[in-house]
């Protein structure tokens, strides 16, 4: 949960887009694209819903991409 609290803290002001179902590399999944609240660049996304038992324990969490995250003046 530390990494979640410190990724939010890092990326500041955040939104989500409205749920959609996607396929990905692992099967059907519902997302939420996460997006910057200050530039709506899109950062990742969230799982919403996995269809597959095997992928459950991704509901919840986020995929953020690395290269997208910039914190400026350290």
Known sequence: MLWLKTAFNV???QWQWPKEDRHLLTGLHTVADVYCGDCR??????????????????????ILEKSKIVKENW
């Open 11 to 13: 990326l500041g002001r």
């Open 41 to 62: 660049e899109v950062l990742g996304w969230k799982y919403e819903r996995a269809y597959e038992a095997s992928q459950k324990y991704k509901e919840g969490k986020f």
